[in-house]
């Protein structure tokens, strides 16, 4: 089965520094993978979504990621951050229900971004 | 504008008590989802419907019930709320699967704090 993994539980950046946030798929075909990112008590926003393509993928908030096949990843980068970055980011894959006729996500563990002044 | 409306935002529940969460869309989707998170942890899918047909995950406790009467809402029923099932409950919601995958999307409500004492 498909699945993500999340290398680093936790991050801390300064501000205005630049930020990559690792994510690692397992599956054999090209796979769609997506980022979201989840703020302090909050539900889950997607940042930005990979299925084919050009390889590097832009996203609101000034993020983006790059799908590199020959590392198995699906990194998330922002040049920039700015303190409301702080929150948490998921690398998530869809995988299709074929007795279901739909699709369901399966997340990666998450990484903790911390911003300091 | 069209959203994911969870109610309430915090629920706290007595040990054994029933307890029933509450999601509605106006985006007018035929996927409804629910979604279990515990701290720190990624969300982990309960069960979902496509349309009036029930899909739970096999792991999912027998504690854990849902109905959907119609398009827009979504309940998610735990009969007998355990310490362990203190969490956020996210429901989600997507378009069905169509012949492109490109257009699937799940769309976060912000969620439901349950305490249990």
């Known amino acids: 089965a498909q699945s993500v993994t999340q290398p680093d539980i936790h991050i801390t950046v300064s501000e205005g520094a630049s930020l990559e946030l690792r994510c690692n798929y397992s599956y054999g075909a090209t796979p769609y993978l997506f980022w979201y990112v989840q703020s302090p008590g909050q539900g889950l926003q997607l940042l930005l979504k990979y299925f084919s393509g050009d390889t590097l993928v832009q996203g609101i908030k000034g993020f983006e990621a790059e799908f590199k096949r020959s590392q198995s990843s699906f990194n998330l980068r922002k040049p920039s951050v700015h303190w409301s970055d702080a929150a948490e980011y998921f690398c998530a894959v869809p995988y299709y229900i074929s007795n279901f006729g739909n699709e369901k996500l399966t997340f990666g563990t998450g990484t903790r971004l911390t911003i300091i002044p | 504008d069209a959203m994911v409306i969870q109610n309430p935002r915090y629920q706290v529940t007595q040990f054994g008590k029933p307890v029933t969460l509450s999601c509605s869309q106006t985006l007018n989707h035929n996927v409804m989802y629910w979604y279990q998170q515990k701290s720190s942890q990624a969300p982990k899918l309960l069960f979902h419907?496509?349309?009036?047909?029930?899909?739970n995950e096999a792991d999912t406790p027998d504690n854990f019930q849902s109905r959907r009467p119609n398009t827009s809402f979504c309940f998610l029923d735990i009969r007998s709320p355990g310490l362990g099932d203190a969490a956020m409950y996210l429901c989600a919601t997507s378009r069905e699967r169509l012949g492109d995958r490109r257009t699937y999307e799940q769309y976060f409500g912000p969620g439901t704090r349950l305490t249990v004492t």
């Open positions: 419907y496509y349309d009036k047909d029930f899909n």
